[in-house]
């Protein structure tokens, strides 16, 4: 038998055994078989809901801002338009288009198949949730658990069934790494770290964002308990994984453009978030304050990257001027991030209810404005943001038992991964602004780490009902 026959003859058997698991599933776990059904029923109901065949929809509600120019970056590649004819698309990595247009090209452009995918890996998540809390706590219940947890988190599902944007795919790939990560935690095997490291770069190409995250893995693989040498080996390997699918849109944006980077995204963000804290210092509306600091289109200056660059030192000399104010910001927006909630998402995009008219021009509130807003319309919005915040709080709680018990076993290198990527995704997306999309990638990792926490709180009711039991019988 030959090698090719001894893979296929080997994925057939894996194959086999994975249906005999999806067929017993209700049998053998219970539990995630009845949640995987909630999940299924209620994102058909919402993605359903959303009417992602009906052109008003499309026109008003998907085909606008970051969906739009994916759109037409995935129309231009079916209909063979360069990249360099449309100098707007660098500020946007490719992975995503990529993904649009091979889903076009199968679809006569059909972006409700787009949407229905997105919502298929959506429903995926959740017995990849499962696998990786019951093999980091070694429980069955805190895989269910963590599930649980994930299948209620309406902004992963709100943004994957209505919207064309990046987040649903990137944390699909995300989870997978992490998923590898959890099953390499004790090999030294090159070609997994070298697929480890693929698999960063295919999530790199789809957000810029992560383009600095290979340091956490990194980080956690020099603590962990094995050889320097070994270590500096797995590392490296990894690394060269990455670089091997992001390079090749490096050098030609190295050609093209004369600079060897991903994309435009970080000194066009970085500029942005400048605007709002000198319109902060200033009071004054963005506009005004962008325009102040010497706003340019980007016809202006032919070179996309050369103009980002612009835009970076002019926003780096606005902090270095307001310090204080773009400080406020930044911590105004991991503020956000971690007490937003996910009303909006139930509100505006689940439910479609219209959203509020803010007065400050490009949606801009400041942070005391939106809290009073919040507290002014809590009739209005069904007093969802005290019931959500409730329920926020108490997966925090979970989620804090969770790294608990990660230390108290001292799975101390799997709690510090956890941590840093949490910390990355809060540091790096801070400044971008308040939408409850930053927070996508890393509910899955508060699921997780939820399963755990809940497993604990569900031993301690059971033992204090064993404990009323008793004493009951003692007083009999």
Known sequence: MTTLEQLILGAAHKATDYLDVVK??????????????????????????????????????????????YHEIAIGFLNGISLSESNWATDRTLGYPYFVTAIYAISNSSIWLVLAIQTILNILMVPMVFWAAMRIFNSHRAGTLAALTFS???????????????????????????????????????????????LLGLATIVRSVLQYFAFVPILVILFQDRMVRRKLVLAGVMILGLILIIAPFQIRNLKEYGHYSLSTISGNVMFQSTVKAKARADGTDFYTARDDM???EWKDTPNPFDLSEINKSRGLSSVKENPADFVILYVQGVISFLIGTEKSSYLYVIFNQDPPVLEAPY???????????NIRDVQKEYFLTPVLIVKLLIEYAAITLGLLILL????????????????????????????????????????????????????????????????????R
């Open 294 to 296: 010497g706003f340019q």
């Open 24 to 69: 017993n599933l209700r049998r053998t776990h219970p539990g995630l078989f009845w949640i995987l059904v909630f999940t299924v029923l209620t994102r058909i109901a919402i993605y359903a809901g959303g009417r992602p065949w009906d052109n008003g929809v499309i026109n008003d509600t998907i085909l606008i801002g970051d969906g739009a120019q």
């Open 152 to 198: 209620f988190s309406a902004i992963s599902v709100a943004w994957a069934s209505r919207y064309l944007y990046t987040e649903t795919l990137f944390t699909f790939f995300l989870l997978i790494f992490l998923l590898v990560f959890i099953q390499l935690w004790g090999r030294d095997s090159i070609r997994w770290f070298l697929l480890l490291g693929i």
């Open 363 to 373: 949606n801009f509130e400041t942070f005391s404005e939106r809290i009073t807003r």
């Open 408 to 475: 108290r076993r001292r799975h101390k290198t799997m709690a510090l991964f956890f941590v840093l990527t949490i910390v990355y995704f809060i540091l790096a997306t801070g400044f971008m602004g308040r939408a409850p999309r930053y927070k996508i990638p890393v509910l899955p990792l508060y699921a997780i780490l939820a399963g755990g926490g809940f497993t604990l709180i569900w031993s301690y009711l059971q033992s204090w009902k064993v404990f009323d039991r008793s004493s009951l019988r003692l007083t």
